[in-house]
């Protein structure tokens, strides 16, 4: 049995149309967060990382050094080799193409047209393909293809069925009638004498025309035929000048005035790119020839391979398991033992797949400039590492096998290495055993995510179950106390009885049904999964709701939920005595009644002696002042008074922001107005500065960036504030909300209460 493969990291560089590079420097690497979320970024060949790990989906650098990215929102934009964004993100397009002059945005119905700067083009132009030549675009309008000028304005308008490009005056176009034409500038049309095999003019005068069952040459401006030569298929000219032509079971070449190159000798013949064609001779043998037939490579050992060329280079595996790179010269490059799934990424770098793991390497020496292994450090030496399960299942009409390629988390370090072992256990059961008994004879490939809210841990799967049109998405989650072992769901630990009319009336208007719920911190998340069809792959449709709109069917008093509010649980475990625990809550305020989702919260600040109301109000939404803020956490370190220069000691808050200042706390925030609101970044800020009130625990670039990764507002933090934001998260301080920070938002004064108790417990 062949052994069963799947490629660990998709050619994502692919979806994006560009120009041949002649070798950038620079080449897409991704990471995958804790979520599970891949993050693209660029590397060099040197081993580092100009461009850090910032977008959804990354393209290759072209040779006018520009790459198209995409962010998390599923926008599309292009960089410089510089990080610079040169054209703002857009709505995605079905393709975006380079060339010289400029970057075309093609989409369903419409073309954009950008300066290489990113300044737009004054005109947006009917749906197009390609650019403007000899001073048309092709363009389709109702089903029709035409041609528009630079003014917008249609030049000649759309009526045919297929269109080629302008090449010298002329093109190619099959009329609605179905036959072919010579179109000219001023729209007349000249009959051609059979049917085009291409709507390509080459050399600048040349059709390659069907005649009956074969291919000839057509020379537009003699109108008439090349020669009498008739081959049974002709491929297009590629870019050196050359066509491939096929007589009998043979393959030849020739040039565009069909002078024979290359007599037709090769059972197999394919274009390779850079001038280079790869052959297949009478013996099986396999090797690379030059457009006159010069032999170029030679292997004996072929076991797939000879690609196009990319960035000058191809490969082929060999038959002891190995890849074989080589240039166009024929000159080999390096083998890599028991590689699978080559992609060559830069003129000296390939990402291959070695027992299991993705390597980058460099050709010219061997080395391993990255390798991105799934491991997570964790607070308390507590490490993530990844498992792989494969599994094979079957083989399918074409031959290709499939089954299960599963990745799955594994935690080591734990103090209880009972409860480790529990937790590990439930974990892999639940990947092991899949979404069903019936997905046990279907395809099954996907990764992970993982998060901590409170003690909770949450792992979910992010897989494809099924191949091609029906396919779906497995994304269900397991819930586990990391502090028990103890295994939660939603309905049965979290959720009251008769949860469903009132989750059901939460539900947005497509949601009919869903088909798996995860719990988090303060929302649940439901998934209602859409199968793939033959035009869209499978995909997930969300909503998120809030535990406050469903407050009533929301089991406080249960162990799942105190274990999700377990910072909150712990502080006022410390402070309140059993007794009272027991009793019925206590209405401190009026505006925050016990069912209110931050009672809990706002309550121990309040007995602590942290934070007040006013009048027998708490105003839990309204935004926590700056001078609140500093004040609260002076009361929380219990510090003794200080001053900060240039504050009015006449203020109330004058000696607890003094000793804020004194203590440190205050760093990067001392020209704060402390009479205003302050946005959520400078809270974490805050917040981060008070934890590590000794100076450590700053956090590297990458952290950030991986920290980071799971939120899509990530461009609003302020540069200043990137590593504190980063730290928060880290630290389970701050969580985000729909996959969002919100760093320029105001923070409540019930948020900011539950912010404090987190604080308190951490420092």
Partial sequence: MKKYLFAVLLPLMLLFTTAAAAGPTLFPVETVGEDGVARWGYMDESGGQPIGFFYAEAGVFNEYGLAAVQNAQGQTGVIDASGRQVIAYQETPQSVDFNAEAVAFHYAGRTLFFAHDGTPYDTVFPAGVGFFEDGFLRVRENGLWGYALRDGSMGIPAQFAEAGDFVNGRALVRKADGAYAVLSRDGTLTPLPGDAAYLSIYAGDLAILRDGGAMRLY???????????????????????????????????????????????????????????????????????????????????????????????????????????????????????????????????????????????????????????????????????????????????????????????????????????????????????????????????????????????????????????????????????????????????????????????QLPARFSSYDYVRMTGDHLTLFRNVAATQSSPARAETAEIPYNSIWDVIDTDSACYRALSSSAAKAAEATVPDVVAEAAPVQRFTDVPATHWAYDYIENVAARGLMSGSGGRFEPDRPVLACEAAASLTRALGLAPGAMPGLDSGEWYAPEVGAAYEAGLLGGLEAQNWDAALPRADVMQLAANTVRRDGKGALSDLQVVRALARYSDTVSIPANRREAAAFCVQKGLITGSNGRLTPQAPVTRAEFAKLLLSISEAK
């Fill in 219 to 505: 020379s537009l401006s003699e109108g008439d035929y090349l020669s009498e030569m008739i081959y049974q298929e002709i491929s297009p000219y590629h870019d050196d000048g050359y066509a491939m032509v096929k007589q009998g079971n043979k393959w030849g070449i020739i040039t565009p005035k069909e002078n024979v190159s290359v007599e037709p000798q090769y059972y197999y013949l394919s274009y390779m790119g850079e001038g280079v064609y790869a052959a297949r001779g009478e013996n099986g043998e396999v090797l690379a020839i030059d457009a006159n037939g010069t032999r170029i490579y030679y292997t004996d050992t072929y076991v797939g391979g000879f690609e196009t060329f990319r960035f000058g280079l191809s490969w082929h595996g060999t038959m002891d398991g190995g890849v074989m790179f080589f240039n166009k010269n024929g000159v080999f490059s390096r083998k890599i033992d028991g590689a699978e799934n080559p992609e060559i990424v830069s003129g000296d770098v390939a990402a291959v797949t070695v027992d299991g793991s993705r390597q980058y390497i460099r050709l010219s020496d061997g080395k391993v400039l990255y390798a991105p292994a799934r491991v997570y450090q964790l607070d308390g030496g507590v490490q993530v590492e990844t498992r792989k399960y494969e599994r094979y299942v079957g083989t399918q009409k074409d031959g290709t096998e499939y089954g299960w390629h599963l990745s799955y988390p594994q935690f080591t370090g734990m103090k209880d290495t009972a409860v480790q072992a529990k937790v590990n256990s439930a974990i892999e059961k639940f990947f092991l055993d899949g979404p069903s008994d019936a997905a046990r004879r279907q395809s099954l490939v996907g990764d992970y995510g993982f998060a901590f809210y409170g003690r909770v841990l949450v792992v979910y799967a992010d897989a494809t179950l099924g191949l091609g049109e029906g396919a779906t998405l497995w994304n269900d989650s397991i819930a586990l106390d990391f502090s028990t072992g103890q295994r939660y769901t939603v309905t049965g630990n979290l959720l009251l009885p008769g949860y469903e009319s009132v989750l059901s009336a």
